[in-house]
């Protein structure tokens, strides 16, 4: 029923961590290659420390801008506890990348709930495919925890139904629009995030094997 | 690689409409910020052709595009659906007089409650003020409509409602779009009281012509291409669909007849009427009400709707498919993974917010009940604090407060009632509310958290803000002044700074006291906005943290728990210790944290440490 031509991304996170950006970039890329694209997020009050989720859906057509729980190609996941929480929305067996840095809210701080002990393994339980590594750190070693978002780009870069370069001109395209200063930055990010995310892969299936 | 082309932008519903006023040669536009609305005037605003504001509340927003339509120009105001039942004492007197620019009320409908206090369905003000609805379905339809909306206004002479929802507002999609064309003055503010002075002689009077026009809106509906008939190969079910639920119903049954409302009130019946007749079975899906369903079952038209549907939420394909597989008597979706059972992660205050140190006294002191208000003020309802009582609308803290010191009980005769609002809200609707506790002698504590702008939306200026919506500075409200000059005793009026916990403890402590109206205010801008300046960040020396969990109770986002330990007190009584530190990439060094901390375990940060980020 759903058209099967369209390709469903779902970024996920807590606000403040550029999920939206994220995701306006990806969409970007798409639009570059000529599909339709919809996006759309709650984002109410993401400002407050809430859940973000972007929904990115991209094709010849696109009619709804949800995606549906079960049929999402890709799910990123700027947040560990946060990749738990939406990994249904996968297709069976889909895949999540994850950024494993874990922001604790302050409701577990309270002591009022418990942060997931392994949300990993839990996702790997439940039949996803996982590729997760510490985005966050990669970031700062870089010299600015914002530059997260670009990390996780990158580390979407192969995953897409189009090259990992039109993905990274779009990030360029954006930064030399706006902070001409950062583009080589970025341009680094994103090539850390593809080698961490390759990594993750690796390490992954020899685990497996 | 094929370019995008540069006519066709990727735009939310919100940017669309504001790409469209624009093109419409709209000369005036007025809003009060609201999610999921507020993006509308903040995009119009950037256009240097229309005069923009924010207005204190959305009936003044609604009275300034009234009076700009009034002088022949078009104007646009834009509020969230609980705002129009702050303007509706204007609009229902609007639809009396009607208009001659082109007024475009565009109205925002959180459906699925993504940040409001109810779920209203505000198709209903077009019916109640007999005004056409246009809905759009998404960007592209936002933008045809809103331009649409002006001609066909002066057109009829009649305000149009745009009612959009979330998922119209706040999806991006492509648009084509095209260029601004001036729009004339329709010939200034022509002088005709009998109907511009809606005496009640003279309001009897348009009445009729009202009855008249909403002959013509019926047959303008019944024969509007925006109400279009999409045929399909199965015809076991037609649908009738309206703003997003049509993007819905076309991605979860492709082959099914659907009859599209872009034009919904008046609803078109007979054109409704004659498209059952090609379908076994008739669907209405729309979100929140069953208004188009109500009206077609009074015209004897067999339909589904709400027996199958839900009443709250989104009609997305989720709810859908199963729903109407279950009328076609066919299984339910094949079942999906249930999501996991994960905290949940509701809004919190930011990190230094003004107002943690307020909620966090609020929560120390007893026998005290605390009217709440709409906006950041609101999240004091939750942990670690508590500290709301009740919360209903903006304004209501006021008048809410009054009533609960009146009609106190028994149980109640000792409380301590105290009120909060904050800046904005104030000058939208607390003013009168205060007055009235003023006028009618209530002894309520009111606390008037002044943080300049309006927080819960993105931090927009108010009044309060010496600085309107282009950023460029304006006259500031004096809020001591102000509610002197409501009738508030000077000596009960204190002025506080939300940092300094002992000055506003002793402030409150001291006002609750008194039986009679006392405004404490608080002035520290929002962490959001230019004014707010950081400090050098704080951290928790781990040898001195004796795991007491005070600085938790402040509620700041940059405090972490790092480890709990079990304890027994010297009286036997087990207790909890929680040891602590501080995000130092975020602390903002406002030192809140740092006054309950009894053992002096908070201190400055050493610079020469590397910052600590979030748990790896
Ligand atoms: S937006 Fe401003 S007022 Fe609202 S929680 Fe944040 S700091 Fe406080
Ligand atoms: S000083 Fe304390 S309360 Fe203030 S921002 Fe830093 S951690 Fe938060």
């Known amino acids: 029923m759903p058209e099967s031509n369209v390709t469903n991304i779902l970024v996920v996170g807590i606000g403040g961590q550029g999920v939206m950006t994220a995701t306006e970039i990806l969409a970007e890329a798409a639009i570059a290659l000529g599909h339709d694209v919809k996006k759309t997020e709650v984002a109410g009050m993401a400002q407050r420390g809430g859940v973000v989720s972007s929904h990115l859906r991209f094709g010849p057509k696109v009619l709804s801008p949800q995606i549906m729980p079960g049929t999402a190609d890709l799910l990123v996941a700027f947040e560990a506890a946060e990749g738990l929480r939406w990994c249904h929305y996968l297709k069976p067996g889909g895949l999540v990348l994850m950024n494993t840095a874990q922001i604790v809210p302050p409701v577990v701080d309270l002591g009022l709930y418990d942060y997931p002990p392994d949300p990993i393994a839990e996702i790997r339980a439940k039949g996803y495919r996982i590729h997760a590594f510490d985005a966050m750190k990669i970031a700062l070693e870089l010299g600015d925890v914002r530059l997260g978002n670009t990390v996780m780009l990158g580390a979407m870069a192969d995953h897409l139904p189009f090259p990992a370069d039109v993905l990274l001109e779009a990030i360029v395209k954006r930064f030399r629009a706006r902070k001409p200063q950062m583009v080589e930055l970025n341009q680094k990010a994103f090539e850390a995030g593809r080698t961490a995310e390759k990594a993750a892969a690796h390490a992954k299936e020899t685990e497996t094997a | 690689m094929p370019a995008s082309n540069p006519s066709r932008l990727f735009l939310s519903g919100n940017e669309a409409v504001a790409r469209a006023v624009w093109e419409s040669g709209c000369k005036v536009a007025a809003a009060y910020p609201g999610t999921p609305s507020t993006e509308m005037l903040e995009v119009i605003s950037t256009y240097p052709e229309i005069y923009s504001e924010w207005s204190v509340n959305e009936k003044v927003a609604l009275e300034v595009a009234i009076g700009a339509a009034f002088a022949g120009s078009r104007a646009f105001c834009a509020m969230k659906h609980v705002g129009m039942n702050v303007a509706s004492d204007a609009l229902m007197t609007l639809t009396l007089t009607g208009v001659i620019g082109g007024l475009v009320i565009a109205i925002a409908d959180d459906v699925g409650l993504s940040s409001s206090q109810n779920e209203q369905d505000s198709r209903f003000w077009g019916r109640f003020a007999h005004l056409p609805v246009f809905e759009p379905a998404d960007s592209q339809e936002a933008y045809e409509m809103t331009k649409l909306a002006f001609d066909f206004s002066e057109q009829h002479q009649v305000p149009v409602i745009l009612r959009m929802t979330t998922r119209i507002n706040h999806v991006k999609g492509l648009v084509s779009v095209g260029t601004r064309a001036e729009h004339p003055n329709l010939g200034g503010f022509k002088k005709d009281p009998a109907r511009w002075v809606m005496t009640p002689a003279g309001a009897g009077r348009r009445i009729p012509l009202m009855f008249e026009r909403d002959v013509a809106l019926a047959a303008a509906a019944e ?349 036997g009584k087990e207790v909890e210790l929680q040891f602590v530190r501080i995000e130092t990439s975020v602390c903002t060094g406002c030192g809140l944290c740092v006054q309950p901390c009894a053992p002096d375990a908070i201190v400055p940060a050493d610079p020469s440490k590397p910052i600590r980020l979030v748990k790896h």
Not at chain 2, 464 to 472: C, L
Not at chain 2, 479 to 508: M, N, S, T
Not at chain 2, 512 to 538: A, G, M, N, R, W
Request: with cysteine; net charge neutral.
């Open chain 2, 223 to 571: 024969v509007s291409p925006l109400n279009s008939v999409e045929s399909g190969r199965d015809r076991r079910v037609g649908f009738v669909a309206s703003g997003p639920t049509y993007m819905h119903v076309k991605e979860s049954f492709p082959d099914a007849p659907v009859l599209k409302l872009g034009f919904s009130c008046p609803v078109p019946v007979e054109k409704i009427r004659t498209f059952a007749a090609t379908v076994d079975k008739l669907i209405v899906v729309e979100e929140v009400e069953p208004l188009v369903e109500k009206e077609l079952k009074a015209a004897g038209i067999a339909c589904h709707g709400k027996d199958l549907l839900p009443k709250q939420g989104e009609l997305a394909p989720n709810v859908l498919r199963p729903a109407i597989a279950k009328l076609l008597g066919e299984p339910a979706p094949e079942h999906l993974a249930p999501p996991a059972p994960v905290f949940p992660r509701p809004p919190t205050m930011c990190v230094a917010c003004p107002h943690l140190g307020v909620y966090y006294t609020l929560s120390q002191i007893k026998n005290i009940t605390i009217s709440g208000d709409i906006g950041c003020y609101t999240l004091g309802a939750g942990h670690p604090w508590n500290a709301l009582d009740t919360t209903i609308s903006m304004g209501a803290s006021m008048g809410i407060a009054l009533g609960l010191d009146k009609g106190r009980g028994e149980a109640d005769k000792d409380k301590r009632i105290l009120a909060v609002i904050g800046d904005s809200t104030f000058l939208h609707m607390g003013m009168q509310g205060l007055l009235d506790i003023v006028y009618n002698r209530g002894n309520v504590t009111v606390l008037l958290l002044d943080n300049r702008a309006v927080g819960m939306t993105g931090g927009q200026p108010d009044p309060g803000s010496g600085r309107d919506i282009h950023g460029e500075p304006a006259p500031r409200v004096d809020f001591a002044k102000l509610v002197e000059a409501l009738g508030v005793k000077k000596e009960r009026i204190h002025v506080v700074d939300p940092y300094q916990l002992p000055v506003l403890f002793k402030a409150i402590r001291e006002e609750i006291k008194i039986p009679e109206v006392s405004v404490i205010i608080t002035d520290q801008p929002c962490v959001l906005i230019d004014d707010y300046k950081k400090q050098k960040p704080y951290e928790v020396l781990d040898a001195k943290c004796t795991g007491c969990g005070n600085c938790i109770e402040v509620g700041c986002p940059a405090i972490h728990v790092v480890r709990r330990e079990k304890a027994i007190k010297p009286s």
